[in-house]
């Protein structure tokens, strides 16, 4: 019989079964940071779902594990693997190498446990990224150039961020004398009748700082003004202080006020700072992200008036974060420590899982659009609505319709993720397929849905390498210029004074400019160098209020390529701003962006 339990009953095992003697209700909370009531429903449980009493009890004694041969099942160590496979991904990224028996004592496995996670992580990375841990004279180490070292850093953080869910019945417990469903459900209808977008992760986040409010009523006025606080009060009677209002205002894309933005600036060019420095350890670059350098700055404002107090927020979901979450987790622990050199303040293991809920939800938004889904059967409609009905129960999946083999242009025109097919295709090169050799069978759907999240991990670091080329100080708006090498040199003057480029860049953009056009229609130009030669990849925007003629067209709009060796996403990068031309609305507003924010939102809206 196999049994299903969750990760608080797993941990209840795991601590019973290391001990001899009984213990009680208390003292495994305490190790587990739950309440009492919760371990004795969890045990209750465990039980029922064994059916049998594999967990027994004697009054004033506690507990004890009847039965120690119970064996976890597949997912409870597959949760197990992939933390420790991401912790030796972390030992090895942050150092130089480490040493083979240490890191098997540091993750408390034997060394034959290491070699199997050590054997699945190559194949894991060697095809994606062409790097290989490596073991010489007892110490192990990455093998590979040092930029792709670096993305799979990225890749892992991008893997972390697409497992964000987490078990309301931890908080449901920890905020006991709360109706935490009732409170989650006013949220959720705030965000629908004020047609909010925010990711499921980020309602979590808003549910957990609405109740740890609760938990603190001393601290700070109410704030009863329009808005979720004065909608929660007239809903719930619950009251929030400002400075969890305010946080909530941001998470919504409010306004942070002028007061609020002023008082956060010195926190927000402190992150910018430190984002430059989390770039060259774990190549993600958050720093031109303005949504989360605004929300953490408050958070950090904040958080040194809690220090100071000695009021330090709790959160209830800390070790499930800190398990599952390691390289997000670890980055937040950074911030943390440059934290300290900045205010001689020290953040609790608690407060530093706030500022990871930030890093986490960022991460999150690079993938937030749905994955379109087509199908080919030839097998009538009562066979798609199996398929159908078992893809309903996956996440982030839109079934986009059935189409016949034949029917190239439709299968094809909805620009699919991924095309489901019960006969055989090989036309489809450009597109993820899948063949279902039994639809019946409900592993066929298991693997479709790690199939399904393999692809957003892939999309979002596609997203994330697009993103990062560009940059807030490579966007100019020109009112006119007399001709295109005029606009030209001033785009490449743009791109060196900002170090992307050397200073012979501009010869090389000149050059291609000779061989063949990068105009093809009134709508946009793309020059580029004739080959991959900057020292960073970026690419400079230009809007003309007034057109400049560009080899027979009038050109408004301009993206100048500088782009590094390492570069892989060039065919995505000219998708996303050939789409435009697709599109003439999208076009109309980003010609009239008044700033680089709104411009990017615009450019990137829409992209799985």
């Not at 693997?81 to 034997?110: F, G, H, P, T, W």
């Not at 965000?191 to 990711?199: G, M, Q």
């Not at 699919?416 to 090169?429: A, H, K, M, S, W």
């Amino acid at each position: 019989m196999k049994v299903i339990l969750n990760d608080r009953q797993f941990k209840i095992i795991e601590v019973l079964k290391r001990q001899e003697s009984c213990l009680t209700s208390s003292e495994i909370a305490k190790k587990l940071s739950i309440s009492s009531k919760t371990v004795q429903n969890e045990i209750l449980d465990i039980n029922k779902k064994y059916k049998k009493r594999v967990i027994e009890s004697k009054k004033g004694k506690g507990y004890w594990l009847k039965d120690k041969s119970i064996l976890y099942n597949d997912e409870q160590k597959r949760i197990m693997n992939d933390n420790r496979k991401i912790s030796i991904v972390k030992e090895l990224i942050m150092q130089n190498e480490v040493d083979y028996y240490e890191l098997a004592d540091k993750l408390s496995i034997s060394t034959s446990l290491l070699n199997k996670h050590i054997k699945e992580l190559n194949k894991e990375i060697s095809d994606r990224f062409n790097v290989f841990i490596m073991r010489k004279m007892n110490k192990l180490y990455f093998k590979g150039e040092n930029v792709n070292k670096q993305k799979v850093v990225v890749y892992y953080l991008l893997e972390e961020s697409e497992t964000s869910n987490f078990d309301l019945a931890i908080l449901e417990s920890y905020f006991s004398s709360l109706d935490v469903q009732f409170i989650r459900n006013t949220i959720y209808k705030y965000v629908s009748e004020n047609k909010i977008f925010v990711t499921d992760f980020e309602l979590m986040s808003i549910l957990l700082h609405v109740l740890t409010a609760q938990l603190n009523q001393k601290f700070q006025e109410y704030d009863l003004e329009d808005g979720f606080s004065k909608y929660l009060y007239s809903e719930t009677g619950m009251l929030l202080n400002k400075e969890v209002a305010s946080r909530i205002d941001q998470s919504f894309k409010l306004s942070l006020g002028n007061h609020l933005a002023s008082d956060c600036l010195d926190y927000k060019n402190f992150l910018i700072s430190v984002f430059d420095e989390i770039k060259k350890d774990y190549s993600i670059d958050f720093s031109n992200n303005n949504e989360l350098i605004n929300g953490l700055a408050l958070h950090l404002k904040y958080a040194v008036q809690r220090c100071k107090m000695n009021m330090q927020l709790k959160n209830p979901l800390l070790k499930e974060f800190q398990k599952k979450y390691v390289l997000v987790y670890d980055i937040a622990t950074y911030i943390s420590a440059k934290f300290l050199d900045k205010t001689s303040l020290h953040l609790n293991e608690n407060e530093v899982s706030y500022i990871a809920m930030h890093l986490l939800g960022a991460l999150q938004k690079l993938n937030t659009e749905k994955l379109k889904v087509v199908l080919v059967s030839p097998y009538g409609k009562a066979v798609e609505k199996i398929i159908v009905d078992k893809l309903s129960n996956i996440t982030n999946v839109k079934y986009c319709g059935n189409y016949s083999f034949l029917d190239t242009k439709g299968i094809t025109r909805d620009k699919p993720d991924l095309i489901l097919t019960l006969v055989n295709l090989d036309l489809y090169q450009p597109y993820e397929v899948y063949k279902i050799e039994d639809y019946l069978n409900p592993n066929e759907y298991k693997l479709i849905e790690k199939l399904v999240k393999q692809i957003r991990i892939n999309t979002a670091y596609r997203n994330l390498t697009i993103m990062q080329c560009f940059d807030e100080n490579l966007f100019l708006r020109i009112d006119s210029v007399n001709s295109k090498n005029d606009l030209i040199n001033i785009m490449c003057e743009n791109l060196y004074k900002n170090g992307f480029v050397r200073e012979d860049f501009i010869e090389q953009v000149y050059k291609r400019e000779s061989i063949a056009p990068t105009c093809f229609s009134d709508l946009i130009a793309i020059p580029h160098s004739i080959k991959k030669s900057a020292l960073k990849s970026g690419v400079c925007v230009a809007i003309l209020k007034q057109p400049v003629t560009w080899n027979e067209y009038n050109v408004r709009l301009v993206f100048l390529f500088a782009l590094d060796k390492t570069f892989d996403q060039i065919p995505k990068l000219y998708e996303l701003i050939l789409d435009t031309i697709d599109n003439q609305d999208k076009y109309n507003q980003l010609i009239e962006s008044a700033n680089y924010s709104t411009f990017i939102s615009i450019l990137m809206k829409g992209r799985n």
